[in-house]
């Protein structure tokens, strides 16, 4: 049975890929909101999609529909606002009758979760977040062959994708709002490399600026030294000759793992796993930002002898 969807946000980076996965998914998008009003691609999914600039209204007219027919109730709402906002547009989704599709990072802050954790329970419906790399094809099969083993491996991950000025002008390169470099663009990382190598032993920071950051953490599995970057600067020669503007790396014990593609379609996986009640929520979400926070808020780091021998300057 196809679900109601409504999405807040819709004019948003991330706001596309929503918009196709709750399409490919077989489900309709019934209601958006954005205080913004360049949303136009909305005509690419459906000319009948009732839109609000202003979210006391789009909270109104979801009310509306849960007192009325079944048939036009809410089901999801796919929260794409910016990362501040998230917690919040989770307990007017959670309020008004609806289970929660929420772009990453869930919440800034791990204490966040705690009062969502609180109202899920009040409401009986379940926040979900995008994970999308726990279902990429490539990073499943590697899960698999190092479930196997049973050894620490030395992991570097670099992950560089290009932003221009706007950025730093935008929420996201406000610290307070975004959450900084590594909760905006490395969250995903972080999950996957936990979810790859088990919980975190330890942490250094050796490198913070408004575009790049870099350290190293301990794993149950793996030591890793890690590099993020918004700057296009960064990319190496070979990425910047041939036109690209995002690298990304992980190499395991000296093998790089080749995950470069298969990116178009994680957000429409993600929500067939979350409409087949597989998807992830708030427990999933906690470590990841437990740890971002703990990244956030630790002091600068020299670089130790082993710190030398696993990062690169």
């Known amino acids: 049975m196809s679900k109601n969807f409504a999405v807040i946000g819709v004019g ?47 909270d109104r007219h979801l009310e509306k529909l849960r007192r009325g027919p ?41 204490w966040n979760l705690d009062a969502l954790e609180e109202i899920e329970a009040e409401t009986k419906h379940r926040v979900n977040t995008i994970l999308q790399l726990r279902v990429h094809p490539e990073l499943i099969k590697l899960r698999e062959s190092l479930k196997k083993e049973n050894t620490v491996h030395d992991v570097e991950l ?6 221009g000025p706007w950025y730093q002008v935008s929420w996201k390169g406000d610290h307070e709002k975004s959450g900084g470099v590594a909760t905006n663009i490395g969250i ?42 918004v700057d296009k600067n960064d990319l190496p020669s070979s990425v910047k000759v041939g036109g690209k503007t995002t690298y990304r790396s992980i190499i395991v014990s000296g093998k790089e793992i080749e995950f470069s593609e298969g990116f178009t379609d994680l957000h429409t996986r993600v929500y ?25 808020t630790a002091p600068i780091s020299p670089m130790d002898e082993l710190a030398h021998s696993l990062l690169k300057k």
């Open 12 to 58: 948003g980076y991330i706001a596309p890929r929503h918009l196709r996965a709750i399409r490919d998914t077989g489900n309709q998008l019934l209601v958006a909101v954005d205080p913004k009003d360049s949303v136009g691609i909305l005509d690419q999914y459906s000319f009948d999609v009732k839109f609000f600039t202003e979210i006391e209204r789009f």
């Open 70 to 110: 079944e048939e036009g109730r809410i089901h999801y709402v796919s929260i794409c606002s910016p990362n501040y906002l998230h917690d919040s547009h989770c307990r007017l989704a959670l309020r008004s009758g609806a289970d929660v599709i929420c772009e990453k990072p869930l919440v800034i802050n791990p």
């Open 158 to 163: 670099t992950y560089i994708t290009s932003r």
């Open 188 to 229: 995903h990382f972080f999950d996957l490399l936990m979810w790859l190598f088990g919980s975190v032993v330890g942490l250094k920071v050796y490198h913070v600026d408004g575009q790049r950051m870099s350290g190293f953490i301990e794993l149950e599995h793996a030591r890793v030294r890690w590099f993020l970057s």
């Open 272 to 296: 067939e796993e979350t409409l087949a009640g597989r998807g992830f929520g708030l427990k999933d979400a906690r470590p990841s930002i437990t740890l971002t926070h703990a990244i956030r």
